[in-house]
T-cell receptor
Framework: QKEVEQDPGPLSVPEGAIVSLNCTYSNSAFQYFMWYRQYSRKGPELLMYTYSSGNKEDGRFTAQVDKSSKYISLFIRDSQPSDSATYLCAMSYPGGYQKVTFGIGTKLQVIP | DAGITQSPRHKVTETGTPVTLRCHQT?????MYWYRQDPGHGLRLIHY???????DKGEVSDGYSVSRSKTEDFLLTLESATSSQTSVYFCAISESNISGFPTYEQYFGPGTRLTVT
């Protein structure tokens, strides 16, 4: 079993829809949770970053962490065609030279 | 891409030849990383560096070596390229926090697409 599981999609939604992207994980030591966005043939770019449990909002994006269920989510409100990309979850734990574990990414297409 | 460049951006090479990929940063960040990205596997850490001449292995380091002689440059070498090393290679950087450990945010370069025939 992989430490981080993420559905690769693809996920197609109409413009303006609310998008929910999710990851599950097995390592209860993870404390830091990130979401990266990767456009086709580009490097990943950090989108959201949260520590431990709870919600974090940034514009149209909301990240949620439920440590009791080992489940994280990224919500995109009022989705736009420019949101079409692959979304990678990533997580890490404290101590030392931290190793970040990435999900395989979910490919999202927002249709105009 | 946060002041990170990678060269070359594309390379086709033959099995058995040595290949060196370069990562250059202008951010003066202490930590640098090499990842490979393959379908179904996501990003996997090859090697990382925590300072000049300080490097360590990641989860998929076999067949790769690295060097860092300057803060701004981190080189990845495939000693004898194999077809299984066909991949997209990303360099990433991160700052260090007040305790000297890396912060959890990593910033990625544009990638190098390597094909080994």
């Amino acid at each position: 079993q992989k430490e981080v599981e993420q559905d690769p999609g693809p996920l197609s939604v109409p413009e303006g829809a609310i998008v929910s992207l999710n990851c599950t994980y097995s390592n209860s030591a993870f404390q830091y949770f990130m979401w990266y966005r990767q456009y086709s043939r580009k490097g990943p770019e950090l989108l959201m970053y949260t520590y431990s449990s709870g919600n974090k909002e940034d514009g149209r994006f909301t990240a949620q962490v439920d440590k009791s269920s080992k489940y994280i989510s990224l919500f995109i409100r009022d989705s736009q065609p420019s949101d079409s990309a692959t979304y990678l979850c990533a997580m890490s734990y404290p101590g030392g030279y931290q190793k970040v574990t990435f999900g395989i990414g979910t490919k999202l297409q927002v249709i105009p | 891409d946060a002041g990170i460049t990678q060269s070359p951006r594309h390379k086709v090479t033959e099995t058995g030849t040595p290949v060196t990929l370069r990562c250059h940063q202008t951010e003066n960040h202490r930590y640098m990383y090499w990842y490979r990205q393959d379908p179904g596997h996501g990003l996997r850490l090859i090697h990382y560096s925590y300072g000049v001449k300080d490097t360590d292995k990641g989860e998929v380091s076999d067949g790769y070596s690295v060097s860092r002689s300057k803060t701004e440059d981190f080189l990845l070498t495939l000693e004898s390229a194999t077809s299984s090393q066909t991949s997209v290679y990303f360099c990433a950087i991160s700052e260090s926090n007040i305790s000297g450990f890396p912060t959890y945010e990593q910033y990625f370069g544009p990638g190098t697409r390597l094909t080994v025939t």
